[in-house]
């Protein structure tokens, strides 16, 4: 008998949420040892496919063939019984305990005293087979979001997985790291395993996958062999038209007073580790200032200390004269997007219609004589779902259940409607879709059009360079140098995000 060919096949699924048609009877296989692309729109059905593939929702229809046999997986334990693994959008590791205890945590064990030495040193290899270096004893919290990634792979590794489904693995990684990544792929592929690798990032999935298959609006679009796609006919096959990030057109600004002043600023991370150092950063009306870096070199920090959320060790930050001294949270102040939308961006359980309104509540029109007014809520929500084009069938739904690309919609829709004298936005286009960056990009112009002051922090160069007047480059914690954005060169903000100042300069 022929050998069977194909490690995952599955079948005509089909996935019914309230108001929504998820999947829409989609179809998609994947080889033994090939790197299979899944693409497509924020909301388009991919998480909820992978979904079903590790047991976490029942499809109302279809079926799933693992190695050519159909089989029933009704819970994750039965999903990785069965060699399936699965690298979540976002991480599900246990902050507080350490590498080698998350490694081996639901693995079922027999004994009564928990041995570590036998799982560390299989650990180990692991990490020397497929070139992904974790230290098994830091504490996972500890670690960058680059090395929590790798930790998640390779806990899938360690219960041997025949699939290896990776839901936007690279959107929280440097260049670097996805390099390295894509490295470890192809090791994991070359044992015979099979990984399905779910991306926005057109340039890595040409240059990882074997094949793509696209979904749109829950439906199976089509799957092309990747040696014969473009970024462009994927795009194309993505949205239904063509898209492309290019520098934005802008009117001068005539009125360009000082909004964010920061003088001589220095601040400690979380473990007490100089993260700014002297820095000084003017940010008028009218204006983006992008902040350039590769992520981890003062970004968070930045924001933090504009937003009140972390106190200076030394110096000043002024928003239009005033000093920050804590949190500020008046929206007509400022608009914050935080890097982590989850954690600090949303209540992931109250409904988008709350979310919208959480910095500004205790205000009319939402409130009146200290009674919520249900109805503007509504109504309001309605507007900003509407505006910002956020995928729900309503404004009840809990925001844990939109997609991650429709989550940040709807911090950008509460942050920046209000019209905030300065923006200050950190990566609001992680994990969205081409079509939803362009569209993000768009707003900020509009925002520094009508005399918003905006600092863009993004580790995606392409974005900054589009999107700013000046450029700023982050390196450990100070500013290695500032650019024209209308002349700036890729390859000198790249030489100066690795702590290099160039010849030009
Ligand atoms: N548990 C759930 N309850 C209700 N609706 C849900 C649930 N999970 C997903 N949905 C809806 O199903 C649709 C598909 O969502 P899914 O998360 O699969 O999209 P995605 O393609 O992964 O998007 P993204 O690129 O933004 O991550 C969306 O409209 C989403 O709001
Ligand atoms: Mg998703």
Redesign the pocket.
Known sequence: MEENKYALQMQNITVK??G?L?NDNVSIDCKKGEVLGLL??????????M?VLYGL?PPSSGKILLDGKEVQIGSPSEAISHGVGMVH?HFKLVDTLSVIENVILGIPTKKQILDLEPARKKLLELCKEYELFVDPDEIVWKLPVGKQQWVEILKALYRDCKVLVL??PTAVLTPAESDQLCCAIRHITEKGRSVIF?S?KLREVIQITDRVTV?RD?KFIGTVDTKDATQLTLAQMMVGRPVSIERKERPEFEHREPILVMKNVNAVDDRGIPALKNMNLTVHAGEIVGVAGVDGNGQRELAECISGMRKLTGGSVTIKGKPVTGVIADPSFLGFIPEDRQKTGLVMDFTIADNLIIKDYYNEPFAEKNILNYKTIKKHARKMIKKYHV??PSED?RV???????QQKVVIARELDPEPVLDLVAHPTR???LGAVDNVLDILMKERNRGAAVLFISAELQEVMALSDRIIVLFNGEIMGELDGATADQKVIGQMMLGQVPEVL
């Open positions: 949420f309230p929504v998820a497509g729109e924020n909301g388009a059905g991919k998480t909820t496919l979904n929702y959008q839901d936007e779910i926005h979904i829950g995928k729900t739904v844990r259940n939109l997609s991650g690309g429709n994990g969205l879709d």
